[in-house]
């Protein structure tokens, strides 16, 4: 079995002018900059990608449809409501979840969670402000997660070109 990818990327920047819920938040003019230029990078670093796990949160999904227009093939989309305000511990259930026949997952949601999920499944830590990602790559199917060795191969935002 080949290592499974699992791309961690946090909403672009939200828009905090108005008194939405949080839930509703849209992306603000540097989100969606943050946005665009996270669906260029996540075009040229990965070939492929089987499935979006996408909070319900507005600025995420806000996010992945700014983001995954930058790809040549969109991956299909799932809507989980266990990534809103999720911890580690319920993030990592989402990902034991993905379909066994994904190689490559992107999830895009929040933090403290995403710095959270990092740790449970690498022992490392990845700092994620605003449109930052973190590639983990895990050994074993993804129903092993936590169980099975994962080395946090990069992390940081896209690069502005």
Known sequence: MSERTLILLRHAKS???DREADVDRPLGKRGLR???????WLARMFESIDLAVVSPATRARSTWEVASAELENPPSVRVDDGIYAASGARLLAVVRDVPGDVETVVMV????GFEDLVALLTGEAASMPTSAFAVIGLAGPWSSAGHSPAKLRTS?????A
């Open 15 to 17: 828009d905090w002018s």
């Open 109 to 112: 949601g929040h933090n403290p």
């Open 156 to 160: 940081g935002r896209p690069p502005a």
């Open 34 to 40: 943050q946005a665009h230029r996270a669906g260029r």
